[in-house]
């Protein structure tokens, strides 16, 4: 038949073959364009009666109208054959798709829903597709959906539908109703679309057999199985939709395609809400419980869950919620499903420690907080030196269980030993938790505890890391002595030397440079920070203060949302954002900072009740709100725990300024700049000072600088 003309289609190619006919494509010439002709098998075509419904089916065919439905453009006739002219669609049928394997979620939700469209305004004129399959589906180059061969599934004549030449693909499709024979309706469609999805989703038929009489028998009698227990990332909703929609009594199925989109409406909000963090796995690792019989080995266990936290951030499709964040849960009696909650994941992992002189015992599990189900579980036993096996194991399992793909370099990352040595180990962690107390007694007890594991392990990358942060916080919060920015950054550099993939060493180095007014080189150390840890948010601070410090506070402020989104608990940066929506003026976000930020304070200097610089930045966050005496509370303790720091005296001057005490605030602003505190380009901008910025004696005391 190639080549022949037929009326006014001249035969191209042959497309394909079925139970309903053969289909070519063909050349309009009157109208120049392509289209798609099927010829009715010679038994329609030949009994008049059939010939004649068939007509009338077409026909009421034709008159849809829908993107996600091929157009039909006619029926025509001649002696010896009937042939429908169908618009032409260059694509791939889904079927070919569904071949290679599951279409992720998010795409195969797209599919079905342009397939569910097409079928509803079908549905609304009265008509049945009755052979939905993912081989009448066709798929353009540019992802539109098509439903093919409307109208003619609809001719029953002989049992020309379900019997007559028809492939094992259209028995799979099959309602219970349609191989027993009955009458079918609307929720037969609803049906085999439920077949489709569990096919884009799995890609496996939830019904499979060999021949035709053994798929009647299991789409009769036999359940599948749900979705999920063949992908377990398919979320509980799509289970229920899909079993729904695979309902063998038909009663119990959606009764019509709207009832359907509803459910699959709050599917695809939930599914976006996970896949909105893109292929990232949300997980927060809490405290592990202390269970030994010495209550001092707590820096043990908050150490090992720090670690966890420290390999996974690393990880490009893990979000982790900071160590800060974490550990307000630390002895807390709440629900696991509580805490996802609160933490906005949907991963937990929680474990306990006990360590008894040299030996270990550590167990460990991860929780889908969504389904309320243990997704791992492990016990390890040994003793300190086996630690770092352990670890590695643990990342790994949680690696696997949530089925993430690693790239090469993030496998060598989780295989990586920060040291082999235990002592040097322990000691690190014990310096960790006594820099996290944010004391300046705790914070030279953590200098020395770093100091003594580079002594144990003299090439340890963390603990040079973790010696240059400690004195970068020396001199934030305690002593604004350039000593300390320079050894910050001689140890950072150091860290770097035997680890460049280190990115506690460059936040570390970061802060140095920053407070050291070297801006571009704070920059460029505070971009490889979060290169190689996206969840690393002094990062994300420090270039935000430099964006800040060079009137770019539109790049800042979308930084500082990144700091508070990834550790709610730093307060710094909420002053920050405080400082920039004031110099954008949005003063109902200042407002909406300012209530956040009380809470944040209040919650963090009940557990770190030494850290001046939080008193002080508190007192003027009250001031702001007009709570004087509380205000005037906070910045009393802020300043008998360091009465002559350099910085703690600027924060006291923007207290006062607050307050309106002008002189007061620029005598202390005067006490502040004779101590040390040089920073006058941000003296310039901060608006916490704006009430002195005219005041003869401050515009003196800044004059040529």
């Known amino acids: 038949m190639i080549g022949e003309t037929i009326l006014h289609y001249k035969i191209m190619e042959k497309l394909g073959e079925g139970g309903m006919g053969v289909v070519y494509k063909a050349e309009d010439t009157k109208l120049k364009r392509d289209v798609a002709i099927k010829f009715l098998p010679r038994q329609i075509a030949s009994q008049n009666e059939e010939r004649e419904r068939f007509k009338v089916e077409a026909q009421a065919a034709a008159a849809l109208n829908h993107p996600n439905i091929a157009t039909i453009h006619s029926i025509e006739e001649t002696d010896n054959e009937v042939f429908i002219v169908m618009e032409y669609i260059d694509g791939t049928e889904l079927r070919e798709k569904i071949i290679s394997g599951p279409v992720k979620q998010n795409k195969a939700l797209e599919i079905i829903t342009r397939i569910a469209d097409g079928l509803k305004t079908a549905h609304n004129k009265g008509i049945v597709h009755r052979d939905i399959k993912s081989s009448n589906i066709m798929v353009t180059g540019d992802d539109q959906v098509k439903i093919m061969d409307f109208g003619l599934a609809k001719i029953k004549g002989g049992g020309l539908v379900t019997r007559v030449g028809t492939t094992m693909g259209t028995a799979a499709y099959m309602s219970p109703e349609q191989v027993s024979g009955e009458k079918v309706d609307q929720r037969t469609d609803i049906w085999s679309l439920g077949i489709i999805l ?228 322990d000691c690190y962690l014990r310096a960790r938790d006594f820099l996290y107390r944010r004391t300046k007694n705790s914070v030279q007890f953590a200098i020395q505890l770093f100091q003594q594991a580079i002594e144990f ?157 939080a008193h002080m930045l508190f007192a003027v966050d009250l001031a702001l709100t007009e709570q004087n005496e509380e205000a005037k509370n906070e910045a009393a303790k802020a300043i008998e725990l360091n009465p002559t720091d350099p910085l703690m005296l600027y924060n006291a001057s923007c207290f006062y300024s607050q307050l309106g005490e002008k002189q007061i605030s620029i005598e202390t602003l005067k006490n502040a700049m004779t101590a040390g505190y040089q920073d006058y380009e941000w003296i310039k901008r901060d608006s916490d000072l704006d009430n002195i910025r005219n005041e003869p004696k401050f515009l003196e005391l800044m004059k040529g600088k």
């Open 198 to 425: 569990y096919e884009l989703l799995t890609g496996e038929l939830p019904f499979k057999a060999d021949y035709e009489a053994a798929w009647t028998y299991l789409i009769l009698n036999k359940d599948p199985l749900k979705p999920s227990e063949l992908d377990r990332k398919i979320p509980a909703q799509l289970d229920s939709i899909v079993m729904k929609m695979l309902e063998k009594d038909r009663d119990k199925r959606y009764s019509n395609i709207e009832e359907f989109f509803k459910d699959l409406q709050e599917a695809r909000k939930e599914i976006s809400g996970t896949e909105q963090e893109g292929k990232t796995k949300a997980i927060a690792v809490l405290p592990f419980n202390n269970i030994s019989a010495e209550k001092e080995s707590d820096y043990f266990s908050d150490g090992l869950a720090e670690e966890l936290i420290m390999n996974l951030s690393r990880l490009k499709d893990m979000r982790v919620v900071s160590r800060t964040t974490s550990m307000q849960y630390k002895g807390v009696q709440k629900s696991i499903k509580a805490i996802g909650k609160e933490l906005g994941v949907r991963y937990i992992i929680e474990g306990s420690v006990r360590k008894f002189q040299d030996n270990l015992r550590i167990t460990a599990q991860l929780i889908d907080v969504e389904k309320d189900a243990q997704l791992w579980a492990e016990t390890y036993k040994g003793n300190l030196a086996d630690v770092f096996d352990i670890q590695e194991k643990v990342a790994k399992q949680i690696v696997d269980a949530l089925m993430v793909k690693l790239t090469p370099m993030e496998k060598v990352v989780l295989e990586k030993r920060s040291t082999l040595n235990p002592e040097a180990f």
């Open 457 to 613: 392990d003299p090439r340890y990358a963390g603990a040079y890391a973790g010696l240059g942060e400690a004195y970068a916080t020396l001199y934030q919060n305690f002593e604004s002595k350039d000593i300390w920015l320079d050894k910050a950054i001689d140890t950072s550099l150091k860290a770097l030397t035997y680890d460049s993939s280190l990115s506690e060493a460059y936040a570390a180095l970061a802060l140095a440079y920053f407070y050291k007014k070297e801006n571009e080189e704070a920059f460029a150390a505070g971009k490889k920070s979060i290169e190689l840890d996206p969840n690393n948010f002094i990062g994300y601070w420090i270039l935000g203060r430099i964006y800040h410090s060079t009137d770019r506070d539109k790049e800042a402020l979308s930084l500082f949302k990144k700091v508070v989104e990834l550790n709610p608990d730093f307060y710094s940066a909420y002053m920050d954002l405080r400082l920039v929506y004031d110099r954008l003026g949005e003063k109902e976000k200042v407002k909406e900072i300012l209530k956040t930020s009380s809470i944040v304070y209040s919650r963090y200097l009940s557990q770190h009740p030494d850290d001046a610089r």
